[in-house]
Structures are given as C-alpha cells and as structure tokens.
Nanobody
C-alpha cells in the first residue's frame, strides 16, 4: 500500500511561482517513476511531468516545458513540482501518482496506480 499526500497549492497571480510537494509512505517509492497530473475545471486529467526513480530522467508536457521542474529526494520520500511563470490556464487540481510502467514517457492516467488527493492551484490574471 502506498499513500501520497500533496501540499503547496494556493492562489497566485499570473507570472508567479509555486512549489508543490508530494510525500509518500509505504512501499516502493524510491524505485518508482513518479508523475504529476492536473485536472482543470471541466477538463480531463492530463499529464504534467514525470521523473525516473533516480531523478536522472524527466519528461514534461509541452504546455509546461521550460516553466515547470520536477525533482525528487528519495531520502525524504518526496517529489516536487516547481512551477514558474504561471498562467491562468495552469489553474487546476494537481495530483501526484506512482507510475507502474517503469518509464517516464508512459503518460496516461492508466499507467499510474496510486494517487494523492490533489492540491488546488489557482492562477489569477
């Protein structure tokens, strides 16, 4: 059993920054690819970023490339999402999840098994 808890969401003006955290408890965090997804109002859940088990490989959706950075500290069982130059269209509930395929380019929601409860990010214009 794996439990994931996100934090760090909030309200920010366009152009601002936020850092999301996802802390895991339970088995097999340090050996797993981890990812971030988001779901905006009236939209489907979409892939944002993923990171390999050792942090050496990252992969991003085109919509966030160059603005968001995913990282992890396995000793702390935590994965981060640094979000810079935020835009109103980044407004969404952000979720972290554990990848079951073992590679960062597996970006479908079905490629992930355990999910956190989500944290709200709101970007005002």
């Amino acid at each position: 059993q794996v439990q994931l808890v996100e934090s760090g969401g909030g309200l920010v003006q366009a152009g601002g920054s936020l850092r999301l955290s996802c802390t895991a408890s339970g088995r097999a965090f340090s050996s797993a690819v981890m990812g971030w997804f988001r779901q905006g109002p009236g939209k489907e859940r979409e892939f944002v970023a993923a990171i390999s088990w050792n942090g050496a490989i990252t992969y991003y959706a085109d919509s966030v490339k160059g603005r968001f950075t995913i990282s992890r500290v396995n000793a702390e069982n935590t994965v981060y999402l640094q979000m810079n130059s935020l835009k109103p269209e980044d407004t969404a509930v952000y979720y972290c999840a554990r990848n079951i395929r073992g590679y960062t380019r597996a970006t479908g929601a079905g490629d992930y098994d355990y999910w956190g409860q989500g944290t709200q990010v709101t970007v005002s214009s």
